[in-house]
């Protein structure tokens, strides 16, 4: 197994034994084959997601198991989670919305498959659909979503099409939890619960997990955290998906609002906390590279993660359109895309070699309003998510983002958004952003988070670093005082497409 996680470009280095990947890994720290793979892949690479766009197509209804944190809703535009969709598509309606959006949106990069039911429990319109694209967008990646019962069957299959990035979700690897997990699951053509359904379900995921490895492919897992459940039980889960040669681990948050209708949302099974879901992304990271940016997109999302455009490209609207797939042109803005991020990177370097020598174990939060391109360009009544980075002297890292309701709506402020807002980032000692207006700038030094507007359309991680450095610099000098700061809820299901 440890040979194939090396293959994978996921083998060990020194004594830690944490992986030498990972969504922050540069052209550097990866072999040549693996970096072109995942070096404008948005869910691949925390660096490349902020310049590169994705987008899913829902041609995929069925499923094989049931989820006790899953409602799968058609038709539905007001909620923003996995297995929502507001419309399903034929392949062929699919592959012309991939080339409308592709043509209009030239750093979209990657075609997935992801539901709203399980793309290997529908192979017929999934592989359709993925042939269909590979002939009309070439330069496209494409990937699929999986819960990995049926994963084994279509490996080879998955191989011939060249869909080089699959991401199985795993929750467990003792049947025993799985139960709590898992209702039921759909096997050789009877329905099977309980126990028996877990085990079998593991089995399988676990097989084909191995067998996409051996091929070559990248394989992210995704897991839902589910405090009382799961929460411990997912560090032995990370162990077994690592050996098996995973390319990365994204563990996430899992939505249990009761509106949504699942079985968890109706039993008051409670999400984890900012800090617990943090505490165990950490916990796990020392045994392998995490995924951190995850944003649990619906089954239709198009665009950058973190925003929604899927209300742009409906089948009414796309039937209408002229479509005209430009490769060069596509290929020219993303070449601009590729000097930015050069640009973005130096400037990182630069700023970081000016920290080096600095003595301090003050670790910070910080959050960020931005619109993508690794700036810091939103402005905070305009935010819907906030990006969320680990300052210390080792430099500016990525750790998660928060979702937020809007603050300012109709050109006022909404008082009661704000304390969402602030509830959202209540760990963090700053706030960066473009601009920001005199009463939430009052409101968030009155709760203890610094509002920051000096590093205005500034490379983030750049800004960051001289942001530390000057603070560690008035800690020192007893000019400021440093405070630990208290947890934060992570919001769920605070952003949705605005329908035209």
């Given amino acids: 197994m440890q040979k194939i996680a090396e293959h994978k470009g996921c083998g060990t280095s020194g004594g830690s034994g ?47 198991i049931q989820c006790n944190y899953c409602n799968r809703k058609y038709d539905c535009a007001n909620e923003s989670r996995p297995g929502v969709v507001s419309e399903k598509l034929t392949p062929e309606q699919a592959a012309k919305k991939v080339l409308a959006v592709a043509s209009t949106i030239p750093q979209m990069t990657v075609l997935g498959v992801a539901g709203p039911g399980d793309p290997l429990a529908n192979p017929e319109k999934t592989f359709k659909t993925f042939e269909l694209i590979s002939k009309t967008a070439p330069d496209i990646k494409l990937c699929l979503s999986t819960n990995g019962l049926a994963l084994p069957d279509h490996v080879d299959t998955i191989a011939r099409y060249n869909v080089d990035h699959v991401t199985i979700t795993v929750n467990m690897i003792d049947p025993e939890i799985g139960a709590q997990i898992y209702p039921w699951i759909f096997w050789n053509h009877k329905r099977v619960t309980g126990y028996e359904a877990a085990k079998i379900l593991t089995e399988r995921q676990m097989q084909g997990l191995e067998m996409l490895t051996e091929r070559g492919i990248l394989c992210k897992i995704n897991s839902v955290m589910i405090p009382g459940v799961n929460d411990k039980h997912l560090v032995e889960v990370n162990k077994a998906v690592k050996s098996r040669g995973a390319f990365l681990h994204n563990i996430m948050p899992l939505i249990s609002a009761p509106e949504h209708g699942t079985v968890f949302g109706l039993n008051g099974q409670r999400g984890p906390t900012a800090q617990e879901l943090k505490a165990l992304q950490d916990s796990c990271e ?8 995850c944003r649990q997109c619906r089954a239709d999302a198009v665009g950058l993660l973190g925003e929604d ?17 430009d490769l060069e042109s596509r290929r020219a803005y993303q070449s601009k895309v590729e000097e930015e991020r050069v640009a973005k990177v130096e400037a990182k370097k630069a700023e970081l070699e000016t920290l080096a020598g600095a003595a301090s174990d003050i670790k910070m939060l910080i959050a960020v309003a931005t619109k993508g391109s690794g700036r810091v360009n939103e402005h905070f009544g305009h ?15 990525f750790v998660g983002h928060r979702r937020v309701d809007l603050y300012c709506q109709g050109g006022y402020g909404e008082e009661d958004a704000l304390e969402t807002v602030i509830r959202a980032i209540n760990d963090c000692h700053a706030v960066f952003v473009a601009k920001i207006g005199g009463c939430p700038k009052g409101t968030l ?7 920051v507007d000096q590093y205005a359309y500034e490379f983030i991680e750049q800004s960051a670093i001289a942001y530390y450095k000057d603070y560690i610099s008035k800690v020192n000098a007893g000019e400021i005082e440093h405070v630990e700061r208290g947890d934060a809820s992570i919001r769920q299901g605070a952003y949705a497409p605005v329908t035209a």
């Fill in 286 to 293: 020392g045994e392998m590279n995490m995924m951190r940016h």
């Fill in 445 to 451: 030094k009155e709760a203890g988070i610094d509002p």
């Fill in 309 to 325: 455009r899927s209300a742009e490209f409906t089948t009414d609207k796309i039937m209408e359109m002229e479509v005209k797939y």
């Fill in 383 to 397: 935010a819907k998510e906030f990006q969320v980075y680990e300052l210390s002297t080792s430099g500016a890292k």
């Fill in 18 to 64: 944490k992986a030498s990947c990972g969504t922050g890994a540069g052209e550097n720290d990866l072999a040549p084959e693996i970096w072109e793979k995942v070096k404008n892949h948005p869910c691949y690479s925390e660096e490349a997601h902020h310049h590169y766009a994705r987008m899913h197509v829902a041609v995929a209804p069925a499923c094989n």
